[in-house]
Each structure stands twice: as C-alpha cells, then as structure tokens.
C-alpha cells in the first residue's frame, strides 16, 4: 500500500472548487478528513438522467429516487441499471454513498455496484465486462462474469434496509455496509485507469415495484447509517503505520545488510544521528546547529577549502554577536574545543582530498599511493574496490593513449608512437599470456609495476593490462574475466570509438566519480564513519516528519493537514498511456527491426530453397529419392525447429535476447554447409535438422526481441515486419531456385547461400542492444535507460524516468513471481492458472491454427504439386506463389495497427475456407480423368491448370493478410515471468503442426487425392475461424502490461469484452490528451 500526496495525483482541469457543482457546496465530513476540498472535482449528486432507460426505470422529480417500471416477471433480459451523474474523484482518497430500499419488490432482484461508463445497462452491474456488484437477492459479488462469489447477506429481503458502498483507494478495494454495520472489503481491487478511467456507482432493478433511494451524503439533516467518519480516523492511522514502516535507509556493511529507521519524533532523532546532536541552553530539546551540519557535510563529501572558509565565516558572525547561520533558538560558541572539532573535520577533508582528486582527473597510480600509505586495511579487506581501482587505472592509460587520436574526445595526453608491434597488440582481443610472476608482500597490497620511463602510453596500458590479468587469473577469479574481457577490448581496436558499445562505457567521465563515490564509502567504513552525512539524515528524517504531520492532519496539530490519500499506481498509469501518445519510428528503432527481422529471412529461405532443391535433386544421390524420402528431408527441419523451440524461450531468459539470435545463428550457417556437402540423403537429413535447430530458435526469440524493444502504438506493425522478412525470404529463394535450376549440383548453391545472410546478421548483433526488460531484470537500469533513450528519443527525461518506472514495477513483479514460482511450477500454472491458460491457449491455438492451414505444404511442395500438374517451369510459378504472400503481408504491415488483429483475422480466416475449397473443386475437375491422382506425363487441362493457380494465389493472399502474421504477436500476450516459457510452448505448437503437416501431405494426396487434400484443409481452416470468433481478443495498442487485465475475467467472452471497452478507454484517454495540447489524434473513436 502507497500513499500520495495531492500534488503527485492526476487532476483534471475542472478539479477545482470553483467548478464543484452549487449542490456540492456542503462538503461531507468524512471528505473534508480524506482530501483536500480543492482538489475534488463533480462529486455525484443524482441518479443520470441521460442513460437512465427511462421506460424500465422512473426516476423522482429531484433524481434520487429510482423504481422499476418494466416487465413484472423478473427475467434476466428484464434488468435495467442507472448511474449517478458524476464519477467517483479519485483524488478523495475514500468515498462513500448509501442506498436505502424503498420497496423491495415482488422478488427483491436489486443490485448495487459499480462500473466504467461503457458497460451496458441492460443488465445488473457485474454481470458486463467493466462492471462489479453485490446482488441483493443471493449476496453474491459478481466481477465482469455470469457467475459470483459468495461475498455478503441477502440485503433485499426486506424493505427498509440501507446498504452502503465505500471506494477505498488506500488499499484498493471497495467495501460494504448493512445498517450502519461493515461487512466486507469486496474481494476484487479496483480497476485500474486503463480499465476504468472513470468509476461512476450505479444500481439495478429486475423486478416490478423495485425503488430505492441514494444519499450521497450532502445534506446535514441526512446523515448516513454507517460511522464513515471513525472508518477514515482509522485508515488514517493505518497508513500513518505504514508510512513509518517504509521510511528506511538501507546499505551493506561487511557485506551484511543492515537498515536504520527513521524516527518520526523529534526527541527521537539522537537514536538516528548518535553522538553528532548537542544539547541546547535549556537541556529540554535536542538539536544539531545547521552551522556544523553543513560544515561536516562538506567535510564529509571532501569539500576541504569550503569547510574551511565556512568554519571562518562563522567565526567572525559569533565574533559579531550575531545570531550563528541556521541557528535560532541555540547560541553557538566557538571555543577551543568547538574549533579542534572543526580542525579534525578540516584535517580529515584535507586527508581524503588528494585522493578524489586524482581519481577525478584520472591518475589512478596517485589515488592508490595515497589509500595504501593512509587507509591500506581500504585495499586488504574491499577485494572488489582494488580490482575495480586496478582496472580503471588500465583504462585511464588506454584513454591516455588514445587521446591525440580521438579529435579531441578527451583532453590531455601525449601522442602515441606506432610501431608494427604496437599495431599487432592493439588489433588482438585478448593480451599475450605470458606474464612474468609478480611476488609481492600481501596480494591485496599490490602495486602495480611502474612502467618503464621510457614507454610510451600504449605500452604502459598493455603493462598494466598484464599485470591486471597476472593478479585475476580465471581459474582464481572467474568473476572478474567479463569485466577484464570488455575493458581489454578498447586495445582492439585503433580507434576507441570502434570498440564495442560495453567497452565505450567505461571512458563515461562519470566512472571517475563512481569509483570515488566507492572508495570514499569504504574509507568511511574502515574509520567507523557514518555513510550520510548528518545533513542528509537530517533532511530525510525532515521529509519524513512533514509527510506524518499532513498523513495525520488535525489529529496531529492545530494545522490544516489533510490526509493525502490515493493509488500512486494511477499516476504511473497516466504517465504510460501518456508516453505511448508520444511514440514515433526512429531509425535506430527501424535499424533494429530490420536486423532482428532477418531471423525471418532466414526461415522463408528454408521453406522456400527446398521446394526448387527437392525437384533438382532427385538423381544427387545413390539413394532413389522416394517420396518418404522427400517428406524426411523436409521435415527433419521442422523436427529440429519443435526441439529447439521447446527451450527457446528459457535460454532467451537466462541468456538474453540478443544472445540467443546469435546461437540461432551459428545452427542456421552450420546447417547450411552441412547440407551444400552432403553426399547422402541422411547427410542432408543431418543438415536439415540442424538448421531447424536455429529455425525453431529465431522463430521464438526473434518476434519476442522486436516486441520487447518496439513502442506500443508500434509493436504490432513492427513485429509484422519479421513476417515481411519471411516472406521476403521466401520470394528470394524461388527467385534463387529459378536461377540454378539448369545449372549442374544447383540445389547445393541454393541450400549452402542460406548461411550468407545469417553470418551478416551475426554481425549486425554486435551493434544491437539488449531488451530493456531483460536489462532491468538483471538490474542494468543504467543499460536499459540508454536503450530507452534510443527507442524515445523525443520525450524529456521526466517523462523517461516515468517510463523506466512503470517497466520496472512490472519487471518488479514478474522476478518475484519468478523467484517465488520455480521454473516447473511456472511451466505448471500454463495449464492450471485460470487466467494463464487462456492465455496459453490463444497464443498455442493460433500458432497450430497457422500450420493446420496447410500453407507451408504450398511452401514445401509448391514447385513439386506445380510439376506435377503440367507447368513447364514450376520453380518460377512459385515465384508468383512467394510474391503474392510477400505482397500481403506488406498489407498487413501497413494495417494490422489501423485494423485490429482480431478484426483482420475475422475478415480473412473465412476466406481461407472459400479460397480452399475452391481449390478442392479445381482439382477434382483438374484430375477427372486419371482418378483423382497425379500420373507422370498426363497433360492437364489448362484451363483447370490455371484455376488451380487463381485458387493458390487467393488462398496465400489472404493467408499473409491474417494468419501468416497475427499468430507471431504472442509475446504480447504473456507476462514477463511466463513470456519465454508461453512463446516457447507456443512455437513448440506451430512447429508440431507444421512436422504433421509436412510429413503428411504427400501421403494424403496419394490418399485421399489432392481435392481431398485441400478439402481436409478447408475444414481445418473453418474450426480455426471459429476459434478466433469466439476466443481471439483484440489487443491492439494496448501496452504489454496491460494485455494480462485482458483476461482477468472467468471466460474467453468476458476477454474479449474487456479488450474492447480497454481500448475504446485509451483512445479516449488519448485524445483528451492531445485535445488539450491542441491537437487530434486519429486513435479517437469518432475520427
């Protein structure tokens, strides 16, 4: 639980006093406790009167009256639900409103609850998506779904009972009151901002003569039956409890964690500050005299000259007879025992000095000098201190070194002579092992050898680097090697500004200032220094005492404190749909799609390159090429792509993302030669799995990495892009069957050119960076705010710390999650987590639906089936096939995010089922006369020939509009905790379909004919549309977090409605946005 004050709570222009309605000028009580009275917007004061259904429901003259005037026989579809006119003010930190049941009715079907203003009115609240409430006839809490939860007692039995609703945003919650008397908190949280942007009360009616009457609490001659104001005394001091529970300052001594709270009484602060307070005149107060606060701050950050200037000019104001700086009721005196305080502070300023200023200006050989010969137990016991002290002073030489190379990068240095040695060192990665031995005294005392005089720079960098890795071997300590290895790799290169993007980290000027910051904490630990300054404690500890004094309001003095309630998380809500209105393409953004993109590449390659190969290949080896032969060959792809996909997602995670594309990699050029070399056909076999390996490895990781990376409003489009790059791929490789489909052993040239372009991309990796989620899920938040800084270049560095904040607290939750659910657990909760199985079975259900489709038999067998029906050049008519799906899904590229992923696949996946039974019809007339079968030699119609192809062309058409594309948006669908193990089951989906697939289709069509074939998969495709009719939400433009709010319901129905009243609430969000920036946005509804 968080409390905020006001000044941190989203307000909308109309929140203030003077906008409050005149009805509203009497304040209730229990407000003016939990809010601050400018700060409230509209409160509700009546039912509304414009989405009241007026012919069910009669409201009275004065609006706060309700009675049902409908059908007597109390049927569902019967119901009708009222609002109050103005939703609840967030800001009031708790609200509360109370029903009085006039009339009961004939069966006492009244229900009170609450919603967005989107749900429908048709029905009680809690049964629509966005809407909760406790029914009356049953005592059930109902939650967006048609069944509830035993929650309360049956409060519509009698007339004349007054039941209650509160709105606490303290806790999040919602509770409720019978008579004056608590019953429950209910057992849902509140929706959040995106769900409900807006919480308006409402009640239900269903039966004849129903009435009841609101009071919303703003009249004194109408108090409420429940004590609201002792239930905020009360959260009042709950979160006052809270408060103090959370204001600690933690850090590690000796490697234990230890923790000191702040005190929140005055009199108390000695426990916190020690020896540092001194009594006042009058022996009953406690306090420190701001003038030796800020003196030993600045001794204690190393200031030695503005200590002592600051120590003489308060010599001369007491010299004076005036009043000390920062002191009124305290007369300080500056006595001998007062200026030898301040001398030993002076002195120890002085001591610390030399030393920050030579890691300042980079002399690190200076600053080890001066902690050996006056703080050596520093060295002795900070093991990691001294490696980190040694391996800056490396790359302060390398930076010497380099410094006339650099234009003027940094200042300083001496020109370095080159020689050919000098050139041969820099270009090695690694320095030459042989490092003579170094016996030293105490190998924590160890001084790196001085280099010789007469060296230049270089070599005295190259030295120290020696001398570095003769002090760290990797047998000894193995967790230094990563570090050594990325700062050895600025001497690679002969420019710095070449070196990898970690090794241009550590010439970041600011390293110098945290390695002091380091070395100073451990200088303070070895002299029993405190490791804050008096000042900053006092200013924390002042900072905790004004939020407890406005938590506790007039309980505490005499002052107007408010209790400052409310959910931070509303804010952070804010700000995110905030930013996402600032997103655009950058081009390091499109640098990094299109590179991660040619995992795609590298897939259409493959199912592209072996439909020319298998027909180039029949006499390659001295095994007759049988058709089981060819369905092995093709398959074991598909084999090794299900293998690898399985633990796909999980290396990802443990690895990165970035790693895991190039492990893809090097299976993708591996497999290839293997295949160019083969000699056999279970040496291709061979080779074909291998490359699947890395097939099933970029298919997962790929989709997942420009997710993570992609701007929200963007993410769907630029996740299409792999798809483009897949069917890219596949148009290249007809394009490249076509062109050695004469040329003696071609197949092998077409199969060996796939490792071309996944050495370029293994490559290309070396620039990219890595998914900021992981960074921050290792706790590289420096590492994930420049890869932000990257990805949003356009917004200030407020609104980036927002955005890094809301990342965070989702990645937050998810590691715990992780930490508290083992990986075989987590993999469990796939199957048996309500709300992660649907999950589960959208993103798998898709992915299969995508295979069973039967396209990639087109992919597989296209030049072959084309053969085989009487055209002259098959390889080149796929060409036509490989074109249209390379031109549709550039469509669904440029209108996945405008049309929607569920309404794109419900426009398509029906045609599937025309294009494919048409398809099915073209090949029975096409084969009347053999049977039904395919016969070496037999000419075809032309006629039915060409169909054929329209039937082909169709069908891949709308494939790549929808299907081809929309199932790769799984990453979206899963937490951070669950994404690599869900898109891993997932693609393990796909590719299981896709090996039954292809070591099927030619048997069948030997089966069941090739009309029977398409047919079979016509039917396929017709459950497939079923599936994405009744279970496929559209998730379009919202954020990966707030997808999981999605399925927070009890049914795939309940999903899909919520994904739509979520998105039609952001778009609003949206443009109000930009309404009040003075502009439109092309998200609102209406445009």
């Given at each position: 639980?968080?409390?905020?004050?006001?000044?941190?709570?989203?307000?909308?222009?109309?929140?203030?006093?003077?906008?409050?309605?005149?009805?509203?000028?009497?304040?209730?009580?229990?407000?003016?406790?939990?809010?601050?009275?400018?700060?409230?917007?509209?409160?509700?004061?009546?039912?509304?009167?414009?989405?009241?259904?007026?012919i069910k429901l009669d409201l009275s003259d004065n609006n706060l009256v309700v009675t049902y005037a409908g059908p007597s026989d109390g049927n569902e579809k019967d119901a009708a639900t009222v609002r109050v006119n103005e939703p609840i003010p967030r800001c009031s930190g708790i609200y509360y409103l109370e029903f009085e049941i006039l009339n009961r009715g004939t069966k006492g079907y009244i229900s009170i609850g609450y919603g967005n203003k989107h749900f429908k009115l048709t029905r009680l609240p809690g049964w629509e998506p966005c809407s909760w409430g406790y029914h009356g006839d049953d005592g059930c809490f109902f939650a967006q779904a048609a069944d509830g939860l035993k929650f309360g007692p049956e409060y519509s039995t009698t007339s004349g009972n007054v039941i209650g609703m509160g709105f606490d945003f303290t806790q999040n919650k919602s509770f409720y009151t019978?008579?004056?008397?608590?019953?429950?908190?209910?057992?849902?949280?509140?929706?959040?901002?995106?769900?409900?942007?807006?919480?308006?009360?409402?009640?239900?009616?269903?039966?004849?003569?129903?009435?009841?009457?609101?009071?919303?609490?703003?009249?004194?001659?109408?108090?409420?039956?429940?004590d609201i104001e002792a239930y905020v005394k009360r959260r009042k001091w709950d979160v006052i409890a809270q408060e103090i529970e959370n204001r600690r300052v933690d850090w590690r001594v000796d490697n234990e964690q230890r923790s000191v709270e702040f005190l929140e009484t005055p009199l108390e602060m000695r426990k916190v500050l020690g020896d540092r307070y001194t009594y006042s005149a009058t022996g009953d107060d406690l306090s420190m005299p701001m003038g030796e606060l800020v003196m030993e701050y600045l001794v204690h950050s190393s200031y030695a000259q503005t200590a002592r200037s600051f120590s003489e000019a308060l010599s001369k104001e007491n010299k004076t007879d005036k009043q000390p700086i920062g002191s009124k009721s305290v007369d300080m005196e500056v006595d001998d025992s007062h200026s030898s305080w301040l001398q030993s502070l002076d002195e120890a300023a002085s001591a610390c000095k030399g030393t920050r200023n030579a890691i300042l200006a980079g002399d690190i050989e200076l600053a080890l000098s001066e902690i050996r010969a006056r703080w050596s137990s520093v060295l002795i016991d900070n093991q990691q201190l001294t490696f980190e002290l040694l391996l800056r002073k490396f790359v302060e030489l390398v930076i010497k070194a380099h410094s006339s190379e650099v234009n003027g990068l940094y200042e300083g240095g001496e020109d370095t002579a080159k020689n050919e040695e000098d050139m041969e060192m820099l270009q090695s990665p690694v320095l030459p092992p042989q490092i003579p031995p170094l016996e030293l005294p105490h190998p924590d005392l160890m001084r790196a050898p001085s280099p010789a005089p007469h060296l230049n720079p270089l070599d005295k960098a190259l030295a120290a680097g020696r001398a570095l890795q003769a002090k760290y071997p990797p047998q000894a300590y193995p967790e230094y090697q990563e570090r050594m290895r990325v700062a050895f790799a600025l001497v690679a290169h002969d420019n710095i500004e070449n070196a990898p993007e970690e090794s241009l980290e550590l010439l970041d000027i600011n390293e110098r200032q945290r390695l002091w910051e380091a070395v100073e904490m451990a200088i303070n630990q070895s002299e029993g220094k405190p490791l804050q300054s008096a000042l900053e404690l006092v200013v924390r500890q002042a900072g905790a005492t004004v939020s407890q004094a406005a938590l506790m309001g007039d309980d505490f003095n005499e002052s107007r404190g408010s209790l400052a309630f409310g959910d931070s998380s509303t804010k952070d809500d804010e700000l995110a749909v905030n930013l996402e209105a600032e997103e655009k393409v950058t081009p390091f953004v499109v640098f990094l799609t299109l590179a991660a993109a040619v995992s795609g590449m590298l897939f259409g390659l493959d199912t592209g390159i072996i439909s020319g190969a298998l027909v180039e290949m029949d006499d390659a080896f001295d095994t007759e090429l049988t058709d089981t032969y060819k369905e092995l060959i093709t398959s074991a792809t598909t084999l090794g792509a299900l293998i690898s996909s399985l633990t796909a997602g999980i290396v990802a995670d443990i690895i990165g993302r970035r790693l895991a594309l190039a492990g893809a990699d090097v299976f993708f050029t591996v497999g290839a030669i293997v295949q160019a070399c083969a000699q056999g056909v279970w040496t291709m076999i061979a080779g074909r799995f291998i490359l699947g390996l890395g097939v099933g490895w970029a298919s997962c990781v790929a989709p997942l990495y420009i997710s993570e990376l992609s701007p929200t409003r963007l993410r769907g489009r630029l996740v299409t892009v792999n798809a483009v790059f897949l069917t890219f791929g596949q148009v290249i490789a007809y394009a490249i069957g076509a062109a050695f489909a004469n040329v003696d052993d071609?197949?092998?040239?077409?199969?060996?050119?796939?490792?071309?372009?996944?050495?370029?991309?293994?490559?290309?990796?070396?620039?990219?960076?890595?998914?900021?989620?992981?960074?921050?899920?290792?706790?590289?938040?420096?590492?994930?705010?420049?890869?932000?800084?990257?990805?949003?270049?356009?917004?200030?560095?407020?609104?980036?710390?927002?955005?890094?904040?809301?990342?965070?607290?989702?990645?937050?939750?998810?590691?715990?999650?992780?930490?508290?659910?083992?990986?075989?657990?987590?993999?469990?909760?796939?199957?048996?987590?309500?709300?992660?199985?649907k999950v589960t079975i959208i993103a798998a259900g898709l992915q299969a639906f995508q295979q069973l489709s039967g396209f990639n038999t087109l992919m597989y067998y296209s030049a072959t089936l084309f053969a085989q029906i009487g055209f002259d050049q098959p390889t080149a008519t796929g060409l036509i096939v490989s074109g249209t799906n390379f031109l549709g899904t550039l469509f669904a590229l440029k209108y996945i995010d405008v049309i929607g992923r569920r309404r794109i696949m419900l426009i398509s996946a029906p045609m599937l089922v025309v294009s494919l039974t048409f398809a099915s019809v073209c090949f029975h007339f096409l084969t009347i006369e053999t049977g039904g079968q395919f016969v070496d030699g037999h000419s075809y119609p032309k006629v039915w020939s060409a169909l054929v192809l329209v039937a082909i062309v169709l069908y891949v058409l709308f494939y790549a509009v929808g299907l081809g594309n929309v199932p790769w948006q799984q990453g979206e669908l899963f937490t951070l905790e669950y994404r690599g193990i869900g898109t891993s089951l997932a693609t393990a989906s796909n590719w299981s379909c896709n090996l039954l697939i292809s070591l099927t289709y030619l048997s069948l069509i030997n089966k069941i004919t090739a009309s029977g074939a398409f047919g079979f998969y016509a039917g396929l495709c017709f459950l497939g549309t079923l599936f994405v009719i009744f279970c496929y939400p559209d998730l379009t433009k919202l954020s990966l977090e707030e997808v999981q709010d999605v399925f927070s319901g009890n049914s795939f129905k309940d999903a899909r409605r919520r994904a739509e009243v979520m998105r039609k609430s952001k778009s609003e969000v949206l443009y109000r946005l930009h309404e009040k920036e003075g502009g439109l946005t092309p998200d609102h509804p209406d445009e």
């Open positions: 639980m968080t409390t905020a004050p006001f000044d941190q709570l989203p307000v909308k222009e109309s929140d203030s006093l003077d906008n409050i309605n005149p009805v509203n000028s009497y304040i209730p009580p229990y407000l003016a406790l939990s809010s601050t009275h400018d700060q409230l917007s509209l409160l509700p004061s009546q039912f509304d009167t414009k989405n009241c259904r007026t019978l008579n004056g008397s608590f019953i429950a908190y209910s057992p849902e949280p509140l929706p959040s901002l995106q769900l409900c942007p807006e919480i308006y009360p409402c009640i239900g009616l269903r039966s004849d003569n129903e009435s009841v009457k609101v009071n919303f609490g703003l009249s004194e001659q109408n108090p409420f039956k429940f071609g197949w092998r040239y077409m199969v060996g050119i796939c490792a071309v372009p996944s050495g370029l991309q293994f490559i290309a990796l070396h620039w990219l960076p890595e998914s900021p989620r992981f960074l921050l899920s290792r706790g590289k938040d420096d590492g994930a705010i420049k890869v932000l800084s990257r990805i949003y270049p356009y917004i200030n560095q407020e609104d980036m710390k927002a955005k890094l904040y809301v990342l965070k607290q989702g990645v937050k939750e998810s590691l715990e999650i992780s930490k508290r659910v083992p990986l075989y657990k987590r993999i469990g909760k796939m199957f048996t987590e309500p709300v992660i199985l």
